[in-house]
């Protein structure tokens, strides 16, 4: 339950930090309903609102569990877009109708599962005795597996910071949905007996959750790490000006790294600005660690293509 | 196009900044709303800003990047000849700093024809120094005798202005995608 909770508060916090940049720039977006149909799925646990309560409002017979695992299957979904538009292979999308087929094929186990009443965190393994619901199990994990897989291979050799933390975590989250696959599938059997079934089964969702935290703690890497990551390095350019007193009654230190990244940019180009102004004067030799920093900083700008003067005077 | 020592008859220098002091916010405000006139697209380009100075200009815009060693006091300069502009930067500086310079040039196009209802009190239209309008920007002048004037000052926030209306992060693809 920590785990599912643990997952549940980033994903949250995630998607409202990314939300305000998924409405406005459409690469951003597959991520965010990403981790909108995560946080659907993950508060199916009890939290914030009491599984009964829940399955209630969803009209009974556990269709909490149905909506967790089409939210999940979703959620993965999505991600594999985010991940296919971010590696620009070829044959990079998937197309909506699987997920249609997925989703349709795995509400249709669900319902054919007999007994589902009372709400029970446990239905599939309760059930397990019934074929329907072993398959209904199986699909799910297949679909997720399936979904797990294509990330992976999409990303593996070409993702890089955070997106190689994403794809490990999808790889983790892959060896949990095959351990489960072999827990369903055992139960199913009777193979093990009761105790190690009982057992097992606790355990075995321990790779799916934390392969999803550090698929979330990647995405948090890009979301979070990143825009800190910049902002030190223009706090770092701004105490450059101010050591070498180029901006005099300027904005303290604190200051001049918040703001919106737009406020971030201008500041920034200020600021290489006044230091080429000043390196110009010749009042000012960088240092090699201050050029680093200023080329750094200077690479924070999309190049603008059209802006191409025509060279003149250029010595034969 | 002249030469270079014909160009210090006839370009308008900019000169170095020297001694920058805090930035006023009703200035940096009434820049962008200058530069708002322009009415350009929410992520212009050069391009975008070019068409837009030349609409007022009234003449096409050249843009020229000097490699000649002899442009060492400088790093820009709008020559008004009487069926273009010429606006010069240093091909030696770095493409942002070269785009700076020219945005200023620009502004100093602006400053030069723009209606007298885009100047307001915090962004008055200053004269020229050592010219005596349009036909005659051209005196060069020396940092001694233009220091850091109001005008310069006016116009190089234009020159910010500008710049922000075309400046966007240059983000990763991690970023783009998971951030």
Redesign the interface.
């Known amino acids: 339950m920590i785990l599912q909770l643990t997952c549940l508060a980033l994903i949250l916090l995630l998607a409202v930090l990314?939300g305000p940049?998924a409405l406005h720039?459409s690469?951003?977006r597959?991520?965010w309903w990403a981790s909108v149909a995560g946080t659907i799925s993950l508060t199916t646990y009890g939290v914030p609102i009491p599984a009964q309560v829940y399955d209630r409002l969803l009209g009974g017979q556990n269709f909490l569990t149905l909506l967790r695992d089409l939210a999940a299957v979703a959620a993965l979904w999505f991600l594999r877009e985010?991940?296919a538009?971010?590696s620009r292979s070829a044959k990079r999308y998937a197309a909506p109708w699987r997920l249609g087929v997925a989703l349709t094929v795995i509400t249709v186990l669900f319902v054919l599962i007999q007994h589902r009443a009372p709400t029970s965190e446990t239905l599939v393994i309760d059930q397990i005795a019934q074929p329907v619901s072993w398959l209904y199990g199986i699909a799910y994990m297949g679909v997720v597996l399936t979904m797990l897989i294509d990330s992976a291979r999409l990303t593996m050799r070409r993702g890089?910071?955070?997106?190689r933390v994403?794809t490990a975590g999808a790889v983790l989250t892959a060896s949990g949905s095959v351990v489960e696959i072999a827990v369903l599938t055992a139960a199913h059997f009777g193979w093990g007996g009761a105790p190690f079934r009982e057992s097992f089964s606790e355990i075995s969702g321990a790779p799916f959750f934390v392969g999803l935290a550090i698929m979330l703690l990647?995405?948090a890497?890009?979301?979070v790490v990143?825009?800190i990551r910049r902002r030190l390095l223009i706090g770092r350019l701004h105490q450059i000006g101010q050591r070498r007193s180029?901006?005099?009654?300027?904005r303290p230190l604190p200051l001049a790294v918040l703001g919106t990244?737009?406020q971030?940019?201008?500041r920034t180009?200020?600021l290489?600005?006044?230091i080429?102004?000043a390196e110009?004067?010749g009042?000012f030799t960088p240092t090699d660690d201050e050029t680093a920093v200023i080329r750094r900083a200077?690479?924070?700008?999309?190049?603008?293509?059209?802006?191409?003067?025509?060279?003149?005077?250029?010595?034969a | 196009?002249s030469t270079?020592s014909g160009a210090r008859d006839r370009g308008r220098w900019r000169v170095?900044?020297?001694n920058?002091?805090?930035?006023s916010g009703a200035l940096v405000r009434a820049a962008d709303a200058f530069v708002g006139r322009l009415e350009l697209p929410k992520h212009a380009?050069?391009?975008?800003i070019q068409s837009a100075v030349e609409g007022i200009y009234g003449k096409p815009i050249?843009?020229?990047?000097?490699?000649?060693?002899?442009?060492q006091a400088v790093?820009g300069l709008w020559i008004d000849a009487a069926d273009f502009g010429a606006v010069v930067?240093r091909?030696a500086?770095?493409?942002?700093?070269?785009?700076?310079n020219?945005f200023h040039e620009l502004a100093h196009v602006l400053f030069a024809m723009a209606p007298d209802k885009w100047f307001t009190k915090e962004l008055p239209r200053t004269p020229l120094v050592g010219s005596g309008g349009p036909s005659r920007l051209c005196a060069y002048s020396s940092e001694e005798t233009i220091g850091l004037s109001q005008s310069e000052v006016a116009v190089e926030e234009v020159a910010?202005a500008m710049?922000?209306a075309?400046?966007?992060?240059?983000r990763?693809?991690?970023?783009?995608?998971?951030?």
């Not at chain 2, 920058?20 to 930035?23: I, M, Y």
Request: proline share 7%; net charge neutral; charged share 20%.
């Open positions: 990314r940049r720039r690469q951003a597959p991520a985010a991940l538009g971010y890089r910071g955070p997106v994403i990647g995405i890497g890009a979301t990143l825009p180029f901006h005099a009654g300027q990244e737009k971030l940019v201008a180009h200020h290489l600005i006044e080429g102004n110009h004067a009042r200077q690479a924070l700008f999309r190049p603008d293509t059209d802006f191409r003067p025509t060279v003149v005077g250029k010595a | 196009m270079e170095l900044q020297t920058e002091g805090p930035r380009t050069w391009t975008d050249v843009l020229i990047a000097s490699a000649s060693p002899a442009l790093t930067c091909e500086d770095q493409p942002h700093y070269q785009a700076q020219a910010f710049a922000r075309a400046q966007t992060l240059n990763s693809t991690e970023e783009t995608y998971f951030g």
